[in-house]
């Protein structure tokens, strides 16, 4: 049985890696997820985990070292934040091709510049096209969650891709919270032994990863790669669903709050869900009729059931906390209004930007934001597509 | 230690049918060391022309488990394997009838330059490895441009000879003494010209427990502008001229292994390859002459700090 206990976000983080023991970490330290290599070093230090830490002089190389350490047949789990994500780019996309389950929670943190070490999803949004899966946390709970379901569904044989577990720096990584984990067996059970799949240490069958592809088979070997990762929204669904049934939370692709009957919907990720649900409620109690859409995945984009969703709604405010520049708005206000584009009947749609830095979103902002839904419901009228929330212009 | 005949016989890691241009130093680089070492072999490759010419899909010429990921990080790979080794290992995941060993290789570009953080980082950390460094002296997979290994005065394409400037206006970095700074069990000097010495440097490398590290110049003909028979000969004359010298630094002792019987002038070694041909000009001839007294002045250095073992063949 689960017992509830007090962590904040980072030592959530690292508790759900202490009971996962992978083989190996490799990692380097940035703020907000300074804690999590922290933590870990100390379970090693006395001896409660025995997973081998290569202490990596830089995320490039942690990240190399953590696609050594997959193809050589384990578990393997890093954490890193902003400019840490950043460094480790040109191997986010070579981790995913060569399809290794490898677990990077990301404390989100802006990117520099101006260097800025607060929370904000300019790293993930960044790292959106390099091939993983990334799954959103809304707080410590759905951060042990989203870590635990992760490694089942980078490890499945359908899959075989690397996953980002989310989570807002400072915000949910170092505010405590109070949550539910589950004993250190059930979760050994829940996650099953590694299956090693073509290791470079079997030296009976040889391998050679990382060949290189010319225009005869690359755009092939891609078309494999983005098949993989559209499959995956299986398993996460199913591995969703038992998560459920073993301990009592079951996770989709999003959460609708109060949504089904809303006319007026926000969509967000990330520690913001929390924000919106208290006005939700309390609007709610003064008879409007709004309603939250809190993403989980972002990628695979589940693009038809947010279409479901969301295409009888009359207004639409999708909140980005990243700036996408010089595009119509945040990317993921631009997935959401891709998604609804085809429907027959679909809500306006409008974008907000919000939290870059930091900075802080306040019930306010989202009264402010669903009081503009209903006055583009009765003008008819959007001023701005793209707004931004506290902010001194 | 070894004699060439069994070393012959061993078996072929690195099979023909691969890519590299005639003549090319890399391959026989690493026949010759894979050919010391009993044991399996796990290899992370650094981009640059051994990886490219070697591994074109659905090909590859390996005969050992073998990964290129990106072209800076051979050692950080590497150290991630050897890592996951060790767990599997202790976990009693795997249990291996021999050790494996473990080998990152990178040319000069990929160890002096771009992979020098995460070489360096690995070999602090300590990690069971062999990084061998094929070196020839400038970034060959893309077309030959200048590297921190390539000689004062060379041409390259980045360092081209024109009115004003005459070739690469810096002299090389001694990546060898900053491994020794590194305090590793193992670092050395070689090349294939002196097949001995690289086969014991290479069995010595493996047999320690830890980090070591093997330079290796390695020649390209295609870059170097001389023909495709003449590598090794001319590799020859670096010894000769103590522009190459091999020695070892074994757990902080140095020893040279070759002392030329009659050191040749620096000349010797430059004439017989194009990059260097406008050395020779009139006017460049002061240039010669600074790289004569960096040779000779770094020889002498090595001399004061080391004992004389051959390993002549
Ligand atoms: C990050 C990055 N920068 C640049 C390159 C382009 N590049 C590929 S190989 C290479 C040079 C390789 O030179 P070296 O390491 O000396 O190996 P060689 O080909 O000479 O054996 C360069 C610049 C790359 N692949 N990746
Ligand atoms: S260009 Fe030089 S290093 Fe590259 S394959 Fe040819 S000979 Fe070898
Ligand atoms: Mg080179």
Same mark, same amino acid.
């Given at each position: 049985?689960?017992?509830?206990?007090?962590?904040?976000?980072?030592?959530?983080?690292?508790?759900?890696?202490?009971?996962?023991?992978?083989?190996?970490?490799?990692?380097?330290?940035?703020?907000?997820?300074?804690?999590?290599?922290?933590?870990?070093?100390?379970?090693?230090?006395?001896?409660?985990?025995?997973?081998?830490?290569?202490?990596?002089?830089?995320?490039?190389?942690?990240?190399?070292?953590?696609?050594?350490?997959?193809?050589?047949?384990?578990?393997?789990?890093?954490?890193?934040?902003?400019?840490?994500?950043?460094?480790?780019?040109?191997?986010?996309?070579?981790?995913?091709?060569?399809?290794?389950?490898?677990?990077?929670?990301?404390?989100?943190?802006?990117?520099?510049?101006?260097?800025?070490?607060?929370?904000?999803?300019?790293?993930?949004?960044?790292?959106?096209?390099?091939?993983?899966?990334?799954?959103?946390?809304?707080?410590?709970?759905?951060?042990?969650?989203?870590?635990?379901?992760?490694?089942?569904?980078?490890?499945?044989?359908?899959?075989?891709?690397?996953?980002?577990?989310?989570?807002?720096?400072?915000?949910?990584?170092?505010?405590?919270?109070?949550?539910?984990?589950?004993?250190?067996?059930?979760?050994?059970?829940?996650?099953?032994?590694?299956?090693?799949?073509?290791?470079?240490?079997?030296?009976?069958?040889?391998?050679?990863?990382?060949?290189?592809?010319?225009?005869?088979?690359?755009?092939?070997?891609?078309?494999?790669?983005?098949?993989?990762?559209?499959?995956?929204?299986?398993?996460?669904?199913?591995?969703?669903?038992?998560?459920?049934?073993?301990?009592?939370?079951e996770y989709g692709f999003f959460e609708g709050y109060r949504l089904d009957d809303a006319e007026y919907a926000i969509v967000v990720m990330n520690s913001a869900g929390g924000t919106v649900k208290t006005v939700i409620d309390d609007l709610r109690d003064k008879g409007r009729k709004v309603g939250l859409l809190k993403l989980r995945i972002f990628r695979p984009f589940p693009a038809i059931g947010i279409a479901e969703a969301l295409k009888t709604k009359k207004v639409v405010a999708v909140l980005d906390r990243t700036s996408s520049a010089g595009a119509q708005g945040g990317p993921l206000f631009n997935e959401i209004r891709s998604a609804l584009y085809n429907e027959p009947t679909r809500p306006k749609a409008v974008n907000y930007i919000y939290g870059l830095g930091g900075k802080d979103l306040t019930a306010e902002h989202i009264r402010g934001v669903y009081e503009a839904l209903e006055r583009i419901d009765?003008?008819?009228?959007?001023?701005?597509?793209?707004?931004?929330?506290?902010?001194?212009? | 230690?070894?004699?060439?005949?069994?070393?012959?016989?061993?078996?072929?890691?690195?099979?023909?049918?691969?890519?590299?241009?005639?003549?090319?130093?890399?391959?026989?680089?690493?026949?010759?060391?894979?050919?010391?070492?009993?044991?399996?072999?796990?290899?992370?490759?650094?981009?640059?022309?051994?990886?490219?010419?070697?591994?074109?899909?659905?090909?590859?010429?390996?005969?050992?488990?073998?990964?290129?990921?990106?072209?800076?990080?051979?050692?950080?790979?590497?150290?991630?394997?050897?890592?996951?080794?060790?767990?599997?290992?202790?976990?009693?995941?795997?249990?291996?009838?021999?050790?494996?060993?473990?080998?990152?290789?990178?040319?000069?570009?990929?160890?002096?330059?771009?992979?020098?953080?995460?070489?360096?980082?690995?070999?602090?950390?300590?990690?069971?490895?062999?990084?061998?460094?094929?070196?020839?002296?400038?970034?060959?997979?893309?077309?030959?441009?200048?590297?921190?290994?390539?000689?004062?005065?060379?041409?390259?394409?980045?360092?081209?000879?024109?009115?004003?400037?005459?070739?690469?206006?810096?002299?090389?970095?001694?990546?060898?003494?900053?491994? #020794?700074?590194?305090?590793?069990?193992?670092?050395?000097?070689?090349?294939?010209?002196?097949?001995?010495?690289?086969?014991?440097?290479?069995?010595?490398?493996?047999? #320690?427990?830890?980090?070591?590290?093997?330079?290796?110049?390695?020649?390209?003909?295609?870059?170097?502008?001389?023909?495709?028979?003449?590598?090794?000969?001319?590799?020859?004359?670096?010894?000769?001229?103590?522009?190459?010298?091999?020695?070892?630094?074994?757990?902080?002792?140095?020893?040279?292994?070759?002392?030329?019987?009659?050191?040749?002038?620096?000349?010797?070694?430059?004439?017989?390859?194009?990059?260097?041909?406008?050395?020779?000009?009139?006017?460049?001839?002061?240039?010669?002459?600074?790289?004569?007294?960096?040779?000779?002045?770094?020889?002498?250095?090595?001399?004061?700090?080391?004992?004389?073992?051959?390993?002549?063949?």
């Open positions: 049985m689960g017992k509830r206990v007090v962590m904040t976000g980072n030592e959530t983080v690292a508790e759900a890696v202490r009971q996962i023991n992978p083989d190996v970490i490799a990692a380097y330290p940035i703020t907000p997820s300074t804690a999590v290599v922290e933590y870990i070093s100390q379970y090693i230090a006395d001896g409660l985990i025995d997973t081998e830490f290569v202490t990596a002089e830089s995320e490039h190389s942690a990240l190399s070292a953590c696609i050594g350490a997959a193809v050589g047949g384990g578990r393997v789990v890093n954490a890193t934040s902003g400019q840490g994500l950043a460094l480790m780019w040109e191997m986010l996309y070579i981790a995913s091709a060569m399809r290794l389950p490898i677990i990077l929670a990301v404390i989100n943190r802006a990117l520099s510049g101006p260097i800025n070490i607060h929370g904000d999803h300019s790293d993930t949004m960044g790292a959106r096209d390099c091939g993983w899966i990334q799954l959103y946390s809304e707080d410590c709970q759905e951060v042990y969650d989203n870590i635990l379901q992760a490694v089942r569904i980078s490890e499945h044989i359908d899959v075989r891709i690397p996953v980002i577990v989310a989570l807002d720096g400072f915000i949910t990584s170092h505010a405590i919270e109070t949550l539910e984990t589950e004993g250190d067996e059930d979760v050994r059970r829940f996650i099953g032994d590694y299956i090693p799949l073509n290791s470079i240490l079997d030296i009976k069958n040889i391998v050679t990863y990382g060949a290189i592809d010319f225009q005869d088979y690359y755009f092939e070997h891609k078309r494999h790669q983005l098949e993989g990762l559209h499959k995956s929204a299986e398993v996460i669904k199913s591995v969703g669903k038992e998560f459920g049934k073993t301990f009592g939370r009765k003008s008819r009228k959007i001023d701005r597509l793209v707004d931004y929330l506290n902010l001194r212009e | 230690m070894a004699k060439l005949k069994d070393l012959a016989l061993r078996e072929e890691r690195l099979i023909g049918g691969h890519r590299l241009c005639p003549g090319c130093g890399h391959s026989i680089v690493i026949r010759q060391i894979l050919r010391t070492v009993e044991n399996p072999v796990v290899i992370a490759n650094a981009t640059g022309c051994l990886e490219v010419c070697t591994t074109v899909f659905p090909y590859s010429a390996w005969k050992t488990p073998w990964i290129h990921s990106a072209f800076e990080n051979a050692a950080a790979t590497v150290s991630g394997i050897e890592a996951m080794y060790r767990a599997l290992k202790r976990r009693g995941k795997i249990k291996p009838e021999k050790e494996i060993k473990f080998m990152a290789i990178g040319g000069d570009g990929g160890t002096y330059d771009i992979g020098l953080q995460s070489l360096s980082g690995a070999m602090e950390r300590g990690h069971n490895m062999v990084y061998v460094c094929n070196d020839n002296e400038a970034y060959m997979n893309t077309g030959g441009q200048r590297s921190s290994a390539t000689p004062y005065g060379a041409y390259t394409t980045t360092t081209p000879v024109g009115k004003i400037k005459k070739g690469k206006q810096q002299f090389r970095k001694d990546l060898t003494q900053i491994m #020794v700074s590194h305090n590793i069990p193992y670092v050395a000097q070689t090349s294939p010209a002196r097949w001995k010495d690289l086969t014991d440097k290479a069995k010595k490398a493996f047999d #320690v427990e830890g980090p070591a590290f093997l330079n290796v110049l390695s020649v390209c003909p295609t870059d170097w502008k001389i023909p495709t028979s003449m590598g090794l000969r001319i590799t020859q004359l670096a010894h000769d001229t103590c522009f190459w010298p091999l020695y070892e630094v074994e757990n902080g002792r140095y020893k040279i292994n070759y002392k030329p019987k009659k050191k040749l002038p620096i000349e010797e070694w430059l004439k017989p390859q194009g990059r260097f041909k406008h050395l020779f000009q009139p006017e460049n001839r002061d240039i010669i002459a600074m790289l004569q007294e960096d040779v000779d002045r770094k020889w002498e250095e090595l001399n004061r700090l080391a004992t004389y073992e051959s390993s002549t063949a």
